[in-house]
C-alpha cells in the first residue's frame, strides 16, 4: 500500500473510524514497536487523488441531502460554465443547523475528530464559540471546528502568483502546508489570475480556504483603493462564494473616525486590507463601506455558508503600538458585527495581532472574548519581540503558544521571511512546525484529552531507546532521523541503547530502569525499596565491577 | 578599523563607557541611519585577542589590590607549574565584599552594562538575589550579573572533546557563542584532554565558564560511580578552581531517599550528572557525598569565589513527569543548601528544568523563589511539549521565554540536536540565537529600562523603509539580510520604499504617514484632523488620480 504521506511520514497509514451518520473519519496512524498499540494522530492531509482528477467531494451528498440548496450557473472568467449551489431558505449555515437543534453530518465528522459527542459540537456552533467553515461549494473539504474548547487550529497563507506557471506552484505549497500540519489555508493571491489560483486551490484543498476579497475587489478597479465601490466588492463575494470560498476576511471595523487614531503611532497601519479601507475612508471622507453594508455582507454569506473572519485592519505592528486606542476600538466595533451576523445565522471569528509583548498577550485574549461575545479568536502569532528577523517563526510561536493557551482557537502562521520576503517551501514547512508546536502545547497547557497521549508515547520511546519509534512520533521524522544519523548513521545505532549525549555504555536512563525492576520483583511501593532490598542490591553493584563506562561525549547536564 | 564581531555585524563597532572606580565598559555600537543617534547594545563577544596571546587579563589588577590573596603553584598535568590565586581572608566572594557594603570595581563594571546604579548591584548580590560569577583565577571574564532584576542571560553548553585536535575547534564554538550573545558558556567535555580543553576555553572566554566538576572525577574512577571517593571529588574542585572555573554544577540535592520516588517516571532520571549520585546512592546505600561533604564543598568555593549551581539531579524529562514528587523534593534541599551556602558568603544559583507544559510553568519559578529563598533561578528551556525533536530550540524557547519573565534570571539554551545528536556550529548559532529571542522577550514582558529601545528602533527603521538599519538592528544581520535578499537581490532596493510582500507602489505604511503629515501641518490632534481637515485631503486623493497601486504578491492579510 502506497502511504499518502509520502516519504515524511514513513510508518504512518490512514485509516478511517465510522461515527454517527454514517460518517468516516480519517487519522494517520502510527506504527510502533515495543509491544506498543499504534498512535492515531488528527490528520489534515486529506485523501489521495485520482491521477488527473480533483478530490473526491466528500460533502456534496450532506449538502444535497438537506434539500435547502439549488443550483446555480457561474460563469469562470474563461467563459466555462460551471454549476454552484446556494442556499434558498432562510441560511445554510451550520450555525442555523445548529440553533435549531440538527446534528449534521459535517458536525458529527468534525466531533469524532476531536474526540468529542456531536451533540457539544452543535451546542458550541450554536453559541457562537466555534465555527465549521464549510461552504457549500467547496464539498471537497473534510469538516474541523475552529472553537476554542477544541484542539487549537493552525492557518498557514499562500498566494503569490502573478503568472498562470505559477499555479500549480501555489496548489503544491497548499498540499504542502496540509501535509505537516495546516488546518486550514488562506489564499492571498494578488495579480493576474487570481481567479484561476484559487480555484486550483479550492478544487485540490482538503482543508478549509480562506480568503480576503478586498484584494480582488482592488484588482479589478486598477489598485486604486478610493475607486473600490459596494457593487465591486459585492459581485467578488458572489464569485469567490460561488467558487468555494470558506471564510472571508472583511475588515469592516476599521472606521473613518478610528483612523487618526493610529497617527502617532510607530508603525501606523500594517494591515494590508486595513490601509486599503483606511485610504478608501480618508479619500471619500466616508464611513467605510464594508460597515454600512455589513447587514448586506452578511445575506450573501449566508447563502453559502461562508465564515466571517472579522479582520483587525488596525493591528498594531510593532511592540510599541501593542494593545492601543486604535487597536482595542476596532475590537469594540467587530464585537457589535458579530451580533449583527449572528442575528443572520452567519458563522463569525475574530482576528488578532500581531505584535505584542508577553506581558500584554492575556488581555487581547481576554477582551476579546469579553467585548465579542466569546466568538472564536483567531491571531497571527503575536510576535513578543520585534528585534529578529529572519526568526519570526519562533518570535511569534512564543506568543501564540500562549495566546492558544489561554483561549485562541486558530493561530495563523509566521514563516522565517516575515517581514523580508516571500516564503519558499522550507518557509511554509519551517512556519507550520512552529505552529504546530504552539498549537499542541497549547492542547496540552488547557488540559485538552488526549493531547499528552502523543507526548507520553514519544517520551516512553526516548527512555526505552526505541529510535524509530521516536522519529515517527515526532511532528518532522524525517529531520528528527537526519539529524541522528549525523552523529551515528550505522543502522545498529536505530536499535542500541544509547544516544551521542552520553556514549554508548553509560546512560542515565538505566538506573531508572534498575529501580523499577528491583520494585516489582519485590512487589513493593517504590519507597520501600531502599529499605528493603538496596542493602543487597548496593553488593551486586559493586560486585558487578568495572565496565559501567565508557567515556563520550555530552552536551546536557 | 576592523571589527572585532567579524562579517556578522558589519555596520557595529565596540564603544567603551567610562564608569565609577575607573572600569571601561564595552558595548556594542549599531551605526543608523536616517537621522538616528546610533544604538548601543549589550556586548558579549569580549576584546578581540592579540595573535598568539589570550585575552587581556582585565580583572587581575582589581582582584591584587584587594590583599586579601596570595599566590599558589598549581601544576599542570604536563608537570608544568603555573600561578593561581586564592583568598587567604574570610572570603574573597563578591558576595562577602557586598555584605560588608564594598562595591567591587566588578560590581561598578557590571553595573554600567545593566544601566543600573551600583549600589543597586551591590544590594542584590548581598540580598544572595543575584551572582556575579567571578572566579579570581578567570581574569579574563567581563563581570555580568546573573539575577531577576537584571537582564535575562543565556547559558550555552560546550564541550565534546575526545581528541586534543578537538580542542581548538572548542574555544572556536565558545568564541561563536558569545558573538551571538551567550552570557556564560558550560563546559561539559568528558574523555580525554578534559583539563586542557578547559584550559584552553578559560584562558579564551571573555564571559564566565561553567562546569559540571562531577564528570571530571569520574573519568579519575574509571567511569565507575560506585568508585567516587570525596577525595578524588575534592581534589577536582580544587584544580578546576584554580584553573578559573567561575561556576559549579553540584548535584547535592540528590539525596538516597528521593532515588526511589522517580520510579514511577515515565522517563526516570534524566540528568546525568543525576543519575551518576543516584547511582553511587544506590551502590553505597549511603547519603550523597555531596550533600553530607556540603560544607566542605563551600569552604573550597569561597576560597576562590567560584558560585555555586545547585543542580537539579531529578529533573523532569517529559511532561508527564513535570512539576512531580521527586522535582520538588530534591528543590527541597537546594533550599536548605542554599542556606548554608550563604552562612559561608559563597554565591548560589538554582537550577531548574526541563520538560514542563505551559500552564505547569509559573509554579516552577514561583517556587523555586520560595523554597530557595529568592537565590537566581537558571533553567533548562523548559520545552512545552515532547513531540518535536529537531526542534526542540524552539518547544524550549516558548517556555524559556515564559519562565524569564515570571523571575528566571539565566536559560540554558537548548539546541535544535537536543535527544538527537551533538550539536555543530550551526545548531550552536540557532541556539544562542533562539535563546535570545526568549531573553528578549522577558526583558520587555519585565518592562527592565531600556529593552525596548531596539525593538522601537527596528520598528522605526521598518516603517521609515531603511532597509540596512533593519538588518543592522536584528539579532542576526545576515540571515536577515540574505533573506530579504532572496527576493529582492538589487542593490538598489535597499532603499526602495517597499518590499516583495506589497509590491513597490502599494504599501500600507504610506497612509500613516500621510495623516501625520496632516496632523502637523494643522498643529492638530489626530483626532482633530478629520473634522477640519480631511474634506480637502479628500479632494487632493482623488485628483491624485490613478498611480497608487502595482498588483503585487502578499503573504499576510
Known amino acids: 500500500m ?19 451518520l454514517g460518517v468516516r473519519v480519517p487519522f494517520r496512524e502510527i506504527t510502533l514497536g515495543g509491544g506498543e498499540p499504534p498512535l492515531r494522530v488528527y490528520d489534515t492531509c486529506g485523501p489521495s487523488e485520482a491521477p488527473g482528477g480533483g478530490l473526491p467531494r466528500l460533502r456534496e451528498p450532506w449538502v444535497r441531502s438537506r434539500d435547502d440548496v439549488g443550483e446555480v450557473e457561474r460563469v469562470s472568467p474563461e467563459g466555462r460554465r460551471r454549476p454552484a449551489v446556494r442556499g434558498r431558505g432562510p441560511a445554510v449555515t451550520q450555525l442555523q443547523y445548529a440553533r435549531r437543534g440538527i446534528v449534521t453530518p459535517e458536525m458529527a465528522f468534525a466531533a469524532v475528530r476531536e474526540g468529542v459527542e456531536p451533540e457539544f459540537v452543535r451546542d458550541e456552533i450554536a453559541a457562537g464559540r466555534a465555527i465549521l467553515p464549510n461552504n457549500v461549494n467547496h464539498p471537497e473539504s473534510e469538516p474541523m471546528l475552529i472553537g476554542r474548547r477544541f484542539l487549537v487550529k493552525v492557518n498557514a497563507n499562500l498566494g503569490n502568483s502573478v503568472v498562470k506557471s505559477e499555479i500549480e506552484e501555489e496548489v503544491e505549497k497548499m498540499r504542502w502546508a496540509v501535509r505537516w500540519g495546516a488546518d486550514t489555508v488562506m489564499d492571498l493571491s494578488t495579480g493576474r489570475d487570481i481567479h484561476e489560483t484559487r480555484e ?25 483603493p478610493e475607486d473600490l465601490t459596494w457593487e465591486v466588492y459585492r459581485d467578488t463575494l458572489v464569485e469567490q462564494a460561488e467558487q468555494g470560498v470558506d471564510y472571508f476576511t472583511v475588515h469592516a471595523g476599521v472606521r473613518l473616525r ?3 487614531l493610529t497617527a ?52 498594531p505592528g510593532s511592540i510599541a503600538d501593542a494593545n492601543d486606542e486604535a487597536q482595542f476600538a476596532e475590537l469594540d466595533t467587530l464585537g ?37 461575545h466569546d466568538a472564536p479568536f483567531y491571531t497571527l502569532g503575536p510576535l513578543v519581540t520585534d528585534v529578529a528577523p529572519g526568526y519570526d517563526h519562533i518570535t511569534s510561536a512564543i506568543g501564540a503558544a500562549m495566546i492558544g493557551w489561554w483561549g485562541t482557537a486558530m493561530l495563523c502562521y509566521v514563516t522565517p521571511k516575515e517581514h523580508l520576503g516571500l516564503p519558499d517551501r522550507k518557509d511554509v ?51 528528527a532521523r537526519a539529524f541522528h544519523d549525523e552523529t551515528l548513521p550505522a543502522p545498529a545505532a536505530k536499535g542500541a541503547h544509547f544516544c551521542s549525549m552520553c556514549g554508548p555504555k ?23 525499596v531502599l529499605a528493603a532490598g538496596l542493602r543487597e542490591k548496593a553488593g551486586e553493584f559493586r560486585a558487578g565491577g568495572g565496565d559501567l563506562y565508557v567515556p563520550g561525549r555530552t552536551p546536557s547536564t
Open 2 to 20: 502506497t502511504s499518502p504521506y509520502g516519504a515524511s511520514f514513513p510508518r504512518s497509514r490512514k485509516v478511517h473510524v465510522e461515527g454517527p
Open 200 to 224: 486550483a486551490i479550492l478544487r485540490h484543498s482538503p482543508v478549509p480556504v480562506g480568503t480576503v476579497p478586498i484584494y480582488e475587489a482592488l484588482e479589478k478597479v486598477g489598485g486604486r
Open 258 to 260: 478610528y483612523v487618526p
Open 264 to 315: 502617532k503611532r510607530v508603525t501606523g497601519i500594517v494591515s494590508r486590507g486595513g490601509s486599503i479601507l483606511a485610504r478608501w475612508c480618508l479619500a471619500h471622507h466616508a464611513e467605510n463601506f464594508l460597515y454600512t453594508r455589513f447587514g448586506e455582507i452578511c445575506e450573501i454569506l449566508k447563502t453559502y455558508d461562508v465564515a466571517f473572519s472579522l479582520g483587525d485592519g488596525l493591528r
Open 336 to 372: 457589535e458585527l458579530t451580533k449583527i451576523a449572528w442575528s443572520r445565522d452567519v458563522q463569525v471569528m475574530i482576528e488578532g495581532p500581531g505584535h505584542v509583548p508577553m506581558h500584554l498577550v492575556q488581555t487581547n485574549v481576554e477582551r476579546a472574548r469579553a467585548v465579542c
Open 429 to 479: 514547512k519551517d512556519g507550520v512546525i512552529a505552529y504546530r508546536i504552539a498549537a499542541h502545547a497549547a492542547d496540552l497547557a488547557k488540559g485538552h484529552p488526549g493531547a499528552r497521549s502523543r507526548d507520553d508515547a514519544l517520551s516512553r520511546a526516548r527512555f526505552a531507546f526505541r529510535w524509530e519509534d521516536q522519529f515517527d512520533l515526532s511532528l518532522d521524522p524525517e529531520t
Open 506 to 528: 553509560f546512560c542515565s536512563m538505566e538506573l531508572t530502569q534498575q529501580v523499577r525492576d528491583l520494585a516489582a520483583a519485590q512487589r513493593l511501593a517504590p519507597e520501600e
